[in-house]
């Protein structure tokens, strides 16, 4: 069975919630994580729309 992919928008700087929760998926070896942090100054937007159509779940902080 492939793994799930999970895609983690970043949208607050310092989330400690979403921390939390993606170090916690990180233990589960049936996920695969992608992470966009999207506080960077010049965001690829082109790349977050091709991440989010090749994820399984998308999951916005």
Do not use: G
């Not at 949208?11 to 992608?34: F, G």
């Amino acid at each position: 069975m492939k793994p799930q992919r999970i895609l983690h928008l970043l949208t607050r700087p310092e989330d400690s919630i979403a921390r939390e929760v993606i170090q916690h998926q990180k233990s589960n070896p049936e996920l695969t994580l992608q992470i966009i942090d999207l506080n960077t100054r010049d965001p690829d937007y082109s790349a977050v729309v091709t991440a989010v159509f090749d994820s399984d779940s998308v999951q916005v902080w």
